[in-house]
Nanobody, 126 residues
Framework: EVQLQASGGGLVQVGGSLRLSCAAS????????MCWFRQVPGRKREGVSCLSSSDGRTIYADSVKGRFTVSSGNAKNTVFLQMNNLQPEDTAIYYC???????????????????RGKGTLVTVSS
């Protein structure tokens, strides 16, 4: 059974930091590119960051560049999203997704990802 378990969300003050984790199981992690999306209720879901499994390339939405870092680190089958200098507009539900790398491209729509996990809520208070 494929699982993508996101965790690490919570309530943080403006300027604070959070580290999201996404634990993957049920598929060959190294063959999949991993991405984070976020959604504010009532608004369109947006891509936040991706980590390509083929070349380690990372991409970020303009709104989070310089503040967020995606990595897989040394943890097995886990991808992280380090979020620094959080702002109220970062408040959202964050989702972890996975796509077979050969079929992944920048801008792939959320609904087209092979695997999509449940989200974790991030709330930034001012």
């Amino acid at each position: 059974e494929v699982q993508l378990q996101a965790s690490g969300g919570g309530l943080v003050q403006v300027g604070g930091s959070l580290r999201l984790s996404c634990a993957a199981s049920g598929f060959t992690f190294d063959d999949y590119s991993m991405c984070w999306f976020r959604q504010v209720p009532g608004r369109k879901r947006e891509g936040v960051s991706c980590l390509s499994s083929s070349d380690g390339r990372t991409i970020y939405a303009d709104s989070v560049k310089g503040r967020f870092t995606v990595s897989s680190g040394n943890a097995k089958n886990t991808v992280f999203l380090q979020m620094n200098n959080l702002q109220p507009e970062d408040t959202a539900i964050y989702y972890c997704v996975a796509q077979y790398d050969r079929d992944w491209y920048e801008g792939l729509p959320y609904d087209d990802y092979d695997y999509r996990g449940k989200g974790t809520l991030v709330t930034v208070s001012s």
